[in-house]
T-cell receptor, first 118, second 112 residues
């Protein structure tokens, strides 16, 4: 089956602009998480969506937001871009089933969207 | 919140030797500990994971051990090969959610 698909793969923006990234999870996966990867800060959790609801949120400013649609596809948006937002944004999906369920928490990552802010 | 520390940050080994990466976590409620391998320019891929009701798990040349009392877990790679060269990340989370807290990563170089 198809893996986690992220679009676009690469994009360049300037400071002050906004950007929207898209993630299509593995078929049947209802949980989508977003992570920011930078050389300095490593992999940091942004937020998780399950059944169109934000279930967990990391420590990022309100400029970072997301949503999930009824087909489990998710988007994240960053407004008023800053130079420090340059990063690889990774999306990961999982079944989202509860504790004790085989495969719970096992995240499969997409290839990422590499954002460069000039 | 959870904090995960990972050591060493870089590791160079001769092909055929073993590699060990260690992680410590702060939240005693964490009960799921995956390890991801990320090759240059590629996505992180799960290589092995362990849950808190198990002390050790093996998969061919890879093993993970967990010490809940000390709140640390380790990745062991035996008979290393050049294709093991990559960045390895440990992580911790609560089973009830899918928020992973990652360690800082270990760059492993296997020299032929």
């Amino acid at each position: 089956k198809a893996g986690v698909t992220q679009t676009p793969r690469y994009l360049i923006k300037t400071r002050g602009q906004q950007v929207t990234l898209s993630c299509s999870p593995i078929s049947g996966h209802r949980s989508v998480s977003w992570y920011q990867q930078t050389p300095g800060q490593g992999l940091q959790f942004l937020f998780e969506y399950f059944s169109e609801t934000q279930r967990n949120k990391g420590n990022f400013p309100g400029r970072f937001s997301g949503r999930q649609f009824s087909n489990s596809r998710s988007e994240m948006n960053v407004s008023t871009l800053e130079l420090g937002d340059s990063a690889l944004y990774l999306c990961a999906s999982t079944t989202g089933a509860g504790q004790g369920f085989r495969g719970a928490n096992v995240l499969t990552f997409g290839a990422g969207s590499r954002l460069t802010v000039l | 919140g959870e904090n995960v520390e990972q050591h060493p940050s870089t590791l160079s080994v001769q092909e055929g030797d073993s590699a060990v990466i260690k992680c410590t976590y702060s939240d005693s409620a964490s009960n799921y500990f995956p390890w991801y391998k990320q090759e240059l320019g590629k996505r992180p891929q799960l290589i092995i994971d362990i849950r808190s009701n198990v002390g050790e798990k093996k998969d061919q040349r890879i093993a993970v051990t967990l010490n809940k009392t000390a709140k640390h877990f380790s990745l062991h790679i035996t008979e290393t090969q050049p294709e093991d060269s990559a960045v390895y990340f440990c992580a911790a989370s609560l089973a009830a959610g899918n928020k992973l807290t990652f360690g800082g990563g270990t760059r492993v170089l296997v020299k032929p």
